[in-house]
């Protein structure tokens, strides 16, 4: 009878362990998955947009259809209510926009700083982490030969 129990036991820890296991791979793979954002920036807009995320008094999450939005402000500073999101950082998944009234011209985003491409140009540079959580992502809106400046300053 106690060996019974003793096998019992052993049994259902493991489908424990498994299952918990299980699901916390599900967890990791659900954040890895490419999600599709917008950003809609000002129009002519030029310099630094630094957005952070889970901000409690950041502006409220709006999507169209399954895609996340962002507009950002005139101060290039936006804090939004979504979460920081590393399925995104495939190029493919983001569209950015200068806006002016309902008209949008898209920019094009690069990867290399020695890429050969003319007029405005958005550049991921960084993110922005606090207590090494990330907390915010850094962009510079620029041509790429003004994006020199930023490095330079130490901006970049």
Same mark, same amino acid.
């Given at each position: 009878m106690q060996h019974s129990k003793t096998k019992y036991f052993i049994i259902g820890f493991f489908i424990l362990l498994f299952s918990c296991n299980s699901r916390s791979v599900q967890d990791d793979h659900q954040q890895d998955k490419v999600v599709e954002e917008i !950003? #809609?920036?000002? $129009? /002519?807009f030029i310099g @630094?947009? $630094?957005? !952070? =995320? $889970?901000? %409690?008094d950041g502006a409220e999450k709006e999507y169209k259809d399954s895609v996340r939005i962002f507009r950002i402000p005139e101060n290039g500073i936006l804090k939004t209510k979504f979460s920081?999101? *590393?399925? @995104? !950082?495939? *190029? %493919?998944?983001r569209k950015y926009y200068y806006v002016n009234n309902n008209h949008r011209t898209e920019l094009p985003m690069i990867m290399n700083i020695n890429a050969e491409i003319e007029g405005i140009?958005? =550049? *991921? %540079? =960084? $993110?922005i982490k606090e207590n090494n959580k990330i907390v915010g992502s850094r962009y !510079?809106?620029? @041509? #790429? *030969? /003004? #994006? /020199?400046?930023?490095?330079e300053l130490g901006i970049y």
């Open positions: !950003y #809609l920036i000002p $129009d /002519n @630094t947009i $630094d957005i !952070y =995320f $889970d901000a %409690d920081y999101c *590393k399925g @995104t !950082y495939l *190029k %493919d998944g140009v958005v =550049f *991921k %540079d =960084f $993110d !510079y809106v620029d @041509t #790429l *030969k /003004n #994006l /020199n400046k930023y490095i």
